[in-house]
């Protein structure tokens, strides 16, 4: 099905897929980094008194979740981080099938496009980690 696609939806398809695979990468992270916030060492200081659990980052904190709270959220993230792996993976098998099928007429093409879904990846991950994970520094 993904071989039919034409030429440029399948880097379309690919750019789209990214964004479910950080968001369960960022959903897994919350849950694995996560540390209880009376376990925390923060020397007197205290973090939002709604955060349940904490992630360590640079000497900040993001807001954790523990697993044995939210079991079903953990289980989503993780099955949203494999299967949007797994649908990239196809993606990218599709692709390779598409770039051999145009032959070197269309190789150039297929060159830009992946250049253009590797520079949005890291233009939105950059925007992401500078405004995303800037974490809270205890008061």
Not at 69 to 93: C, E, I, M, R
Not at 115 to 135: E, K, P, S
Request: glycine content about 8%.
């Amino acid at each position: 099905m993904l071989k039919k696609l034409k030429f440029p939806l399948i880097y379309i398809l690919e750019l789209a897929l990214w964004f479910p695979l950080f968001a369960g990468f960022v959903t897994v992270v919350a849950f694995i980094g996560a540390e209880p916030i009376a376990s925390l060492d923060l020397d007197g200081r205290s973090l939002p008194a709604t955060w349940e659990a904490a992630v360590a980052n640079h000497g900040k904190f993001l807001e954790g979740y523990l697993i044995a709270n939210h079991p079903v959220a953990f289980g989503l993230g993780a099955l949203l981080l494999v299967g949007s792996a797994a649908a990239l993976y196809q993606v990218h098998k599709a692709m390779l099938f598409q770039r051999q099928s145009d032959g070197a007429s269309r190789a150039m093409a297929h060159n830009i496009a992946h250049v253009c879904v590797g520079a949005a990846v890291l233009a939105l991950g950059y925007i992401a980690v500078m405004n995303l994970f800037v974490g809270v520094s205890p008061v």
